[in-house]
């Protein structure tokens, strides 16, 4: 739980929260840091008062990563007027994979010394939660490394944002959650390769007085390799009615080229990300980062659309030379949302390129580094 500090009759020095309440146990560790960084009343969003000094948390697991069968789960809570930040410093969130099962059918989960049960929904889902209340006036930077799904991992992961509904204006919370996920271990020849990822971001407001709640935004990416649940379901069948006929479609009607060829079967997650390695979702809101969602609907509409021509103008132009979108190597959209949010989607060829592209907006605009310290950008 953070609080803000206490000022001094004469003279206050800017807010000094402290972390009331800190507890977790293994796999997870949790990390505060207090950086000497100040935001300045000048320069910030929230110029009629002093902002709060930004505290961060660091969110380490041992081995770099959720072993199959880990369950994670992380609460939150940022009183009034208080900043937190939020970021992963071991890198990029592994997710390991599961061992294939055995001869008696038993599922040996990697990391685990017992034998599971192999159930491919249950015993090998690596599961993440995170439940944030941000209150009147608080704001949340929230932008770790992606999560990396090593071959043939499960993941699914619930992140949860409860701001005050009764706030207006400037009082209303703010934040700023980042949510990526790459094609796996490039090094390794991993593409697309794992057999689920699911993550899931909500927005909740919730009045105190009242105890109601309603649901402000959703936003959920599933990748599930559909055709590994088809593979499953082929085997369970009888052999004698499945070997008389190998292809059900003789004549190719419906079957992906690879199939048709007698290669291996379709990806269906590399199919549907391509020729992306990287994909990604932004969300802001609240008025500290107000400036930051204007800025960047604002380069989105700006970009050359069909025929390089320029909509948002009379005038034809084509993208920047030099720039990740006009070498095709970054799609990305930005749009301002229900309730005020802005949401940005962006599909990058590999991590290095996301990465620069993202990081380049964020300090471009400034309003993270004004508001937060450059450290919150550790990850960009």
């Not at 110029?47 to 709060?52: A, F, K, R, V």
């Not at 009888?238 to 479609?249: I, K, M, R």
């Not at 549907?272 to 500290?288: A, D, E, F, K, N």
Request: hydrophobic share 30%; with cysteine.
């Amino acid at each position: 739980m953070l609080q803000p500090g206490q000022r001094r009759p004469l003279s206050p020095p800017p807010n000094n929260p402290t972390l009331t309440t800190l507890t977790y146990k293994y796999p997870l560790k949790l990390v505060p840091r207090a950086p000497g960084f100040v935001p300045s009343p000048d320069t910030s969003a929230l110029s009629d008062s002093c902002p709060s000094r930004p505290i961060h948390l660091y969110l380490l697991t041992y081995g770099g990563g959720l072993l199959p069968g880990d369950h994670i789960e992380v609460t939150i809570k940022l009183e009034p007027k208080t900043r937190m930040v939020v970021t992963t410093p071991q890198g990029s969130t592994k997710i390991f994979k599961t061992e294939p099962g055995n001869d008696n059918g038993v599922s040996v989960i990697k990391g685990h010394r017992k034998k599971m049960p192999a159930n491919d929904h249950l015993s090998d889902m690596s599961q993440q939660s995170l439940d944030v209340r941000i209150g009147r006036e608080s704001a949340l930077c929230y932008l770790p490394d992606p999560s990396v799904p090593y071959q043939n991992s499960r993941y699914a992961q619930i992140q949860t944002f409860t701001v005050d509904a009764s706030a207006r204006g400037d009082q209303r919370s703010s934040l700023c959650v980042l949510d990526w996920v790459t094609q796996g271990r490039t090094s390794r020849g991993e593409n697309w390769n794992f057999r689920f990822w699911k993550g899931r971001n909500e927005v909740w407001a919730t009045d105190e007085k009242t105890g109601k709640s309603r649901l402000l935004l959703r936003d959920s990416v599933i990748l599930d390799d559909e055709t590994q649940d088809d593979l499953a379901s082929d085997d369970d069948e009888d052999n004698e009615e499945t070997s008389h006929e190998l292809n059900p479609h003789p004549d190719g009607a419906d079957v992906p080229p690879q199939a048709q060829a007698g290669l291996l079967p379709l990806n269906v997650i590399q199919e549907r990300t391509r020729p992306h390695g990287v994909v990604g979702t932004l969300i802001l809101s609240g008025p500290v980062f107000d400036r930051l969602g204007t800025f960047l609907i604002e380069q989105f509409t700006s970009q050359p659309r069909i025929g390089s021509r320029n909509w948002s103008s009379s005038e034809s132009s084509s993208a920047p030379e030099g720039t990740p979108t006009s070498r095709g190597d970054v799609t990305w959209t930005a749009a301002r949302v229900r309730a005020g949010f802005v949401l940005v989607k962006f599909g990058a060829k590999d991590f290095e390129t996301a990465k620069h592209w993202l990081g380049g907006l964020l300090r471009e605009e400034g309003s993270i580094v004004r508001e937060f310290g450059e450290e919150a950008l550790f990850c960009m």
